[in-house]
């Protein structure tokens, strides 16, 4: 099976940028989308297709895939941002085109 | 406006079955695969299957394969996530989300969930 691997936590300072990283085997050959979850909330899409924006999503939100790495970037993070996130992409490597892969979350605080 | 609208929360007795639902409303209900993803206690989220109500092919996880059925009602618009014989560690939150397909460079194919649930609690104890 596919693996994607997320650092637990990642901590920033108000106004700073805050990078979160998921691994994968070539990652940079799939696509990659990240989602924010709120304590208690469902999960929101902040960033598909490695690097675009749903409508609604603060411009301060990128994202990047390339090699076995994709990142989530947070400019000028806010306290608002404070959330667990998590990368996806799904496994093709069995022929199984449909099977969706969740990294296991990162915590990210703001202090 | 899309929304998918889940059941309420629900308390059972490990062996009881049990079916909790996903209702979709602001589009074309057939047009889109809804998946479903559970999230056991301050744990991660884990992708257990996929259903498309146009003519509901399935795929499930290699993990919940055999665990859960799921299934949908094109005539309501309701995608359904059932247990025959629930155990304690069915305890989660339960979300269904509408999945978008796309195709990026070379025709690869691009997933991602844009619509979610509000989750639905399932707690499973004697």
């Known amino acids: 099976s596919y693996d994607l691997t997320q650092p637990p936590s990642v901590s920033v300072s108000p106004g700073q940028t805050a990078s979160i990283i998921c691994s994968g085997i070539k990652l940079g050959d799939k696509y990659a989308s990240w989602y924010q979850q709120q304590p208690g909330q469902s999960p929101v899409l902040v960033i598909y297709?490695?690097?675009k924006r749903p409508s609604g999503i603060p411009e301060r939100f990128s994202g990047s895939n390339s090699g076995n790495t994709a990142t989530l970037t947070i400019s000028g993070t806010q306290a608002m941002d404070e959330a667990d996130y998590y990368c996806?992409?799904?496994?093709?490597?069995?022929?199984?085109?449909?099977?969706?892969?969740f990294g296991g979350g990162t915590k990210l605080t703001v202090l | 406006e899309v929304q998918l609208e889940q059941s309420g929360a629900e308390v059972k007795k490990p062996g009881e079955s049990l079916r909790i639902s996903c209702k979709a409303s602001?589009?074309?209900?057939?047009?889109?695969?809804i998946g479903w993803v559970r999230q056991r206690p301050g744990k991660g989220l884990e992708w257990m299957g996929i259903i498309f109500p146009g003519d509901s092919d399935t795929r499930y996880s290699p993990s919940f394969q055999g665990q859960v059925t799921i299934s949908a009602d094109k005539s309501i618009n309701t995608a359904y996530l059932q247990w025959h014989s629930l155990k304690a560690s069915d305890t989660a939150v339960y979300y269904c989300?509408?999945?978008?397909?796309?195709?990026?460079?070379?025709?690869?194919?691009?997933?991602?969930?844009?619509?979610w649930g509000q989750g639905t609690l399932v707690t499973v104890s004697s």
């Open positions: 996806q992409t799904w496994d093709s490597t069995t022929g199984h085109e449909e099977l969706v892969v």
């Open positions: 297709q490695d690097n």
């Open positions: 989300a509408r999945r978008v397909t796309l195709f990026g460079a070379a025709n690869t194919k691009i997933y991602y969930f844009d619509y």
């Open positions: 602001g589009y074309t209900f057939t047009n889109y695969w």
